[in-house]
DNA sequence: CAGTATCCCCCTAGATACTG
DNA sequence: CAGTATCTAGGGGGATACTG
């Protein structure tokens, strides 16, 4: 048969997936990074109408799932850059498989 | 470039589409029905450890954003089956696109 | 079999203000 | 510039019981 079946009850992977990509913000600054390297602020508007405390709080997650990469550069003001991973990278067919489902179904 | 940007700020594809299968329980319910047709029951072993309450939840609106069809077959005791629709078949590489990476990467 | 109906917790997410 | 800190509302999501 075509597609296997998988016992979800510990871990699927398909949510696994989701899990990582999945929370409000995380899919839309995961593509916007596929551009390359972006500051805080730069990124904070090509995501559009997000707080700054969500921002934050999701690119932390990315960060601890290793999947976008934080540099900071000790200088005032701040400079902070965040770009993917080499594991980020990954995503990059899948990312742009939503954009396009989203131009065309939504 | 080799990506354009997107104006988020009033609706990005990216956003748009996981909105609509990423919910907690959206995707391993999609992904399972690209099996094809599955009773309420089954498709809840299938998902795994999921209370009815949200798995039926979530299944209306999947259905309300027309990505599966419930059938109803009004004889008792009550059957009802779910299936992907058109439009939720068109999700099938990205579901398999989130499985494989969910295998290799998570 | 395939759901509702309740109750309730807690976390997500927003608003706002402050800072090294 | 790139964040914390604090407070708060809302709803996502779980547990349990009940039903046509």
Redesign the pocket.
């Known amino acids: 048969m075509r597609f296997e079946s998988y016992d979800c009850s510990r871990g699927c992977p398909v949510e696994a997936a989701l899990e990582r990509i999945g ?3 995380k899919g839309v600054a995961l593509y916007h990074l596929l551009e390359g390297t972006k ?4 990124l904070k508007r090509d995501v559009g ?6 921002l ?1 709080k ?3 997650e990315l960060e601890s799932d290793g999947l976008i990469v ?1 540099k ?1 550069y000790p200088v ?7 770009s993917l991973s080499e594991k980020g990278r990954t995503l990059e067919p899948i990312l742009l498989a939503l954009r396009d489902w989203g131009e065309s179904y939504v």
């Open positions: 929370g409000k913000w500051r805080y602020n730069e109408n997000v707080t700054q405390r969500m934050t999701q690119l932390r934080r900071v005032v003001p701040p400079h902070v850059e965040y």
